[in-house]
């Protein structure tokens, strides 16, 4: 039985190891990005090294960060949404893949496929007008990272022996705009996506200066309440809470 591990270094970066291939997903690897702070402010840098692919699901600023990228060098290999290489030209990276939904590209033992999300249609001004992703990754066991989304009645069709869907439950903020899921949404597309797990991902890393003081709630209940409203909707599927900087080994089925 193959094993997988997930680390989850904070927000929508989380690194993913499968059947001997290292996939790193939206890296925002600062300890401040404009007025945010980050909590807990370090990444393991090891946990950075030979990656066999970086992920990015959209071009907004805290999934596709310039300066996280230029942390990780220019010679790793980018899967980006169709439209977004030409911001990772300029940061003089060599080898990205541009891919849409429903296309397939391989790392390794490793499929990638490229589904969709509902982000709404906000576009970065000064940045390229590229698609909205998730991911579904297939080896040995089969793994849904969202990305950043709303809930969609699309998503009862990647439910089909999944392992893993690491959902988003949360933001850097005490509020959510459009186009986010938040613990009960989250819980809710747990009904049509049916994985075996499902890990909280976008939640307790960044916040604005103070917050983590002012309202330090929203920086911890978001997975807590998550785990409440699955117990209710999908009491099948097996929540796991990893805190910011923590690692998951389990087994495929």
């Known amino acids: 039985m193959a094993e997988f591990?997930?680390?989850?270094l904070g927000h929508a970066t989380v690194l993913i190891e499968m059947d001997g291939v290292r996939l790193l997903t939206d890296p925002l690897l600062r300890s401040r990005v404009a007025h945010l702070r980050r909590r807990p402010a370090r990444i393991d840098p090891e946990l950075l090294e030979n990656l066999d692919a970086v992920l990015i699901?959209?071009?907004h600023n805290d999934h596709l960060d310039r300066r996280s990228l230029r942390r990780l060098g220019n010679h790793t290999r980018y899967i980006v949404p169709r439209g977004a290489a030409p911001v990772l030209h300029k940061l003089g990276i060599e080898t990205v893949d541009e891919i849409s939904e429903g296309e397939s590209l391989q790392v390794g033992?490793?499929?990638?496929?490229a589904m969709p999300a509902d982000h709404g249609t906000w576009r970065d001004r000064f940045g390229p007008p590229a698609e909205f992703l998730s991911y579904m990754f297939q080896g040995s066991s089969k793994l849904y990272f969202a990305g950043d989304t709303d809930l969609f009645a699309g998503m009862a069709d990647f439910s089909a022996d999944l392992d893993v869907a690491l959902l988003p439950v949360w933001g850097w903020g005490p509020t959510l705009g459009p186009g986010h899921m938040d613990p009960q949404r989250a819980a809710e597309a747990l009904k049509l996506l049916q994985p075996r797990i499902a890990i909280p991902i976008h939640w307790g890393t960044f916040h604005p200066w103070g917050f983590d003081l002012l309202m330090p709630g929203f920086l911890t209940d978001p997975p807590?309440?998550?785990?409440?409203f699955a117990h209710v909707l999908a009491p099948e599927v097996?929540?796991?809470?990893?805190?910011?900087?923590?690692?998951?080994?389990?087994?495929s089925k």
Do not use: K
């Not at 591990?5 to 989850?8: A, C, E, G, L, R």
């Not at 033992?109 to 496929?113: P, R």
């Not at 807590?224 to 409440?228: G, K, M, S, T, V």
């Open 109 to 113: 033992a490793v499929a990638v496929n």
């Open 224 to 228: 807590l309440h998550f785990a409440q």
């Open 238 to 251: 097996d929540v796991r809470i990893i805190q910011p900087g923590e690692s998951l080994t389990a087994d």
């Open 57 to 59: 699901s959209h071009v």
């Open 5 to 8: 591990t997930i680390s989850y």
